[in-house]
Structure formats: structure tokens, C-alpha cells
């Protein structure tokens, strides 16, 4: 019944920069792991990046690793990804998602229980 919603996406040139944001009831958030996942027609959706609000740890793909942050609100409300340097590969629909359960990160987006219907980004050369 709870569900996230993906906000901020657009479309950029290469080398620019995007900030999504999520938004979920109640402190959804806080209950575990937060993650974005992105998916290109054609492709499998792919684990992009993810953040345990207790502790804080964080969670990058080597893909996006150095360019993008993942951040949320204290509350657990909101939950962000800054995109910096932006490339045409990074070309995508992004999900936000929450993982409920799990302790660890997972990249696995079979791990998360609740989905964003996912905005998209599209980078140009």
C-alpha cells in the first residue's frame, strides 16, 4: 500500500547535472535501506546506488561511483541522488526504492519491497 515517488527528472547534455528526489509516507526510510535503481529499454533494471539510514552506510555501482551522492532527509521522508557529470550511458528511467527487511545493502532489486513508478533522465551528447 505505501508507495514512493520519483521527482526531478529531465533531460541534460552530457558533462551537467540532475538532483532526484524521493518522496515516501510516513518515515519509510527509516525503517531500512534506501535505493535507486535505473533502467534503459531493453536493459535490466540496475542497482545504481542505495544508504542504510541507521549508520548511514552507503552503497555506490562503479559506474556512477565519484559522480553521484545519495542522501536523505533525518526524518526519512525524503531521499535523494545528486547526479554530477553527467554521461549519455547514465540515459535512463531511475527508480527509488526501500528495502524493509534487510540489514545489509543489497544490489539485488529482488530485496526491496517498495517501488517509485520511476522518472526519467536522458543525457545528450
Known amino acids: 500500500q505505501e508507495k514512493l515517488e520519483e521527482s526531478g527528472g529531465g533531460s541534460v547534455q552530457a558533462g551537467e547535472s540532475l538532483t532526484l528526489s524521493c518522496s515516501a509516507p510516513e518515515r519509510t526510510f527509516r525503517r531500512g535501506i534506501m535505493g535507486w535503481f535505473r533502467q534503459a529499454p531493453g536493459k535490466e533494471r540496475e542497482f545504481v546506488a542505495a544508504i542504510r539510514w541507521s549508520g548511514g552506510y552507503q552503497h555506490y555501482s562503479d559506474s556512477v561511483k565519484g559522480r553521484f551522492t545519495i542522501s536523505g532527509d533525518n526524518a526519512g521522508y525524503m531521499a535523494y541522488l545528486q547526479m554530477n557529470h553527467l554521461k549519455p550511458e547514465d540515459t535512463a528511467v531511475y527508480y527509488c526504492?526501500?528495502?524493509?527487511?534487510?540489514?545489509?545493502?543489497?544490489?539485488?532489486?529482488?530485496?526491496?519491497?517498495?517501488w517509485g513508478r520511476g522518472t526519467q533522465v536522458t543525457v545528450s551528447s
Open positions: 526504492a526501500a528495502d524493509l527487511t534487510s540489514f545489509y545493502i543489497e544490489v539485488a532489486d529482488t530485496a526491496y519491497d517498495l
